[in-house]
């Protein structure tokens, strides 16, 4: 089983700021990874696919990158509505598919 | 549009069975796999398996085999989840989630919340 290990677990930021989050895996995903945000009492939302590829009606803000074992998740310019927490996600050996444990992104 | 609408909360007993049913619409629903993920309280997604709604195979996590069933009606685009020998580790909300590309997972059900307690 492919274990997903986020980093940093919890990061702090203001609205404007830039976010940078990291995903690794433990070996090679290829390019079949995915990012999630999840809001308190919501179901989790597709954000990218396949490393780089954002999903229906995502915003720009939002990109994906990497390749391999090392993913990075960028959300450019925060919104307050960006405030939440961040899932990766692997496709490449599955079953099972596996999660990270999540970033929780906060109001600085 | 994609819908996935499930049942509601249910609170269970210890040794007890849950059964969860995932309803879909606005899509062909044996065309997509099925998905089932778990979230306990405070904690990450967890995944527990899969149905394929057209010929209605099945795959399960590791730590849910013996005990997690995946089943579809497809006169109703239903498929359910049952899990067996409830514990109190089990408490959390699950959620169905419909594959695209086999496991990308971009529409979800609204979450059902399964309360395990004596």
């Known amino acids: 089983e492919i274990v997903l290990t986020q980093s940093p677990a919890t990061l702090s930021l203001s609205p404007g700021e830039r976010a940078t989050l990291s995903c690794r895996a433990s070996q090679s995903v290829s390019s079949y990874l995915a990012w999630y945000q999840q809001k308190p009492g919501q179901a989790p939302r597709l954000l990218i696919y396949d490393a780089s590829n954002r999903a229906t009606g995502i915003p720009a803000r939002f990109s994906g990158s990497g390749s391999g074992t090392d993913f990075t998740l960028t959300i450019s310019s925060l919104e307050p509505e960006d405030f939440a927490i961040y899932y990766c996600q692997q496709r490449s050996n599955w079953p099972p598919i596996t999660f990270g444990q999540g970033t929780r992104l906060e109001i600085k | 549009q994609v819908q996935l609408v499930q049942s509601g909360a249910e609170v269970k007993k210890p040794g007890a069975s849950v059964k969860v049913s995932c309803k879909a619409s606005g899509y062909t629903f044996t065309s997509y796999y099925m998905h089932w993920v778990r979230q306990a309280p405070g904690q990450g997604l967890e995944w527990m398996g899969i149905i394929n709604p057209s010929g209605g195979t099945t795959r399960y996590a590791q730590k849910f085999q013996g005990r997690v069933t995946m089943t579809r009606d497809t006169s109703t685009s239903t498929v359910y989840m049952e899990l067996s020998s409830l514990r109190s580790e089990d408490t959390a909300v699950y959620y169905c989630?419909?594959?695209?590309?086999?496991?990308?997972?971009?529409?979800w059900g609204q979450g059902t919340l399964v309360t395990v307690s004596s």
């Open positions: 989630a419909r594959g695209l590309m086999g496991a990308i997972l971009p529409y």
